[in-house]
């Protein structure tokens, strides 16, 4: 499995979040309440329950199959509304791929 990056959590702060998912997930009128800026993306995604899918946690530590964000990126039947990022390209596999990697080594803040 490829991956775009070393998978941590800075890399995804700064390779994804901040280059991509901050053009909406930000302030207080994120959507869903989910910000991802440096100052609150870990502690809005990691065991805390989705406000789509109550029954997932958006980031479940070492369960990358049952975390929310795996699914929003990459779409499918099981979420509720759009594919993330909304509006724009899906991010390449290797990209998601850096990210289950980071979720199935603990969701680490690193």
């Known amino acids: ?31 869903q309440g989910l910000r ?4 609150n993306s870990y502690d809005s995604i990691v065991n805390i329950i989705s406000q789509e899918r109550s029954d997932l946690f958006r980031v479940q530590p070492n369960n990358p199959d049952n975390s929310y964000l795996i699914r929003k990126l990459e779409g499918g039947p ?19 791929n850096a990210i289950r990697v980071w979720i199935s080594q603990g969701a680490q803040r690193n």
Do not use: K, R, S, Y
């Not at 991956?3 to 009128?29: D, K, S, Y």
């Open 78 to 96: 099981e979420i509720a509304g759009a594919q993330m990022p909304l509006n724009l390209t899906p991010l390449p596999q290797e990209t998601i």
């Open 36 to 39: 991802l800026d440096d100052q």
């Open 1 to 31: 499995m490829p991956v775009a990056f070393e998978p941590t959590f800075t890399n995804i702060q700064t390779n994804v979040f901040n280059a991509i998912c901050i053009q909406c997930h930000v302030g207080a009128a994120a959507p």
